[in-house]
């Protein structure tokens, strides 16, 4: 990066409005619950489908959530996250990091673009090892004349 996270196209700002179960998703991240190696990010764990987020369809499970209401959510506790998203008010701004499948230490549902799959070498590697032990075996075994 280069430094300046506003010029990165995988950042956007959402705005939610809270609906009668909240603003719809689920927090995980913090000072003292990394979610994401060496990153205290807080980053979105749960999208409910009916809620405000879910219903929106822009904000996606991974996601890292870089402030609210322009407030920054950097070196907080969850606990202080948390608040921050309780007490957001009714229409909630949302600057958002699109997530990034290869950092996340949970599953993912998605694979890093660009690199090749060996399980098909390795399928043609055994096939060609059983031929040749095949191979081996029909030649010496003896042969019948008639």
């Known amino acids: ?7 990165s196209p995988t950042v956007v700002d959402i705005k939610l409005k809270r609906g009668p179960s909240g603003l719809g998703f689920n927090i995980v991240g913090g000072v003292d619950q990394q979610f994401v190696v060496n990153d205290s990010g807080i980053y979105v764990s749960k999208i409910k489908e009916d809620g405000a987020a879910g219903l929106d ?6 996601d ?3 402030a609210i209401n322009g407030t920054k959510l950097e070196n907080l506790t969850h606990r202080d ?3 921050l998203f309780r007490t957001a008010g ?3 701004e949302l600057r958002v990091r699109k997530k ?3 950092h996340m230490n949970g599953p993912t549902d998605s694979q890093p673009k660009h690199e090749p ?3 098909p070498l390795g399928v043609l590697a055994a096939l060609a090892g059983a031929a040749a ?3 081996l075996f029909y030649m010496r075994q003896p042969r019948k004349h008639f």
């Open 1 to 7: 990066m280069n430094g300046s996270v506003h010029s």
């Open 57 to 62: 369809g822009r904000l996606t499970e991974g």
């Open 64 to 66: 890292k959530i870089l």
């Open 81 to 83: 996250a948390v608040e």
């Open 90 to 92: 009714e229409d909630v």
């Open 100 to 102: 990034f499948a290869h």
């Open 117 to 119: 799959s060996v399980f």
């Open 133 to 135: 032990i095949l191979a």
